[in-house]
């Protein structure tokens, strides 16, 4: 059963910083670009930032580079989001997805190019 859970979300002041994971299983997640994404309420969901398979290509969304890092752990079939000074605009649901390309070095900011996804996790930036 392909399964992709994230956690570590919770509320934040702002200027604070969350860790977030992303938790795969039942089926091969390093042969996968890992995407993150979040949706807040009445906007589109929109792209955070993506990771290649190939750990090596890493993309940021323009309203959070420089503040977010992405990374991912192949051994622990794992990926996650650190985010750093965190502003009230970051408040959203974020998600986790998965997407196969066949050029292990590519990954887009996009979320069609996505398939598998999970149920999303809670951030709330708030003083």
């Known amino acids: 059963q392909v399964q992709l859970v994230e956690s570590g979300g919770g509320v934040v002041q702002p200027g604070g910083s969350l860790s977030l994971s992303c938790t795969t299983s039942?089926?091969?997640?390093?042969?996968?670009?890992i995407g993150w994404f979040r949706k807040a309420p009445g906007k589109e969901r929109e792209v955070v930032s993506c990771?290649?398979?190939?750990?090596?290509?890493?993309t940021y969304a323009a309203s959070t580079k420089g503040r977010f890092t992405i990374s991912r752990d192949k051994a622990k079939n794992a990926g996650y989001l650190r985010m750093n000074n965190l502003k009230p605009e970051d408040t959203a649901v974020y998600f986790c997805?998965?997407?196969?390309?066949?050029?292990?070095?590519?990954?887009?900011?996009?979320?069609?190019?996505?398939?598998?996804w999970g149920q999303g996790t809670q951030v709330t930036v708030s003083s």
């Open positions: 990771i290649s398979s190939s750990d090596r290509i890493t």
């Open positions: 039942g089926f091969r997640s390093d042969l996968y670009a």
């Open positions: 997805a998965t997407g196969y390309y066949t050029d292990s070095q590519r990954c887009d900011l996009a979320v069609n190019k996505y398939d598998k």
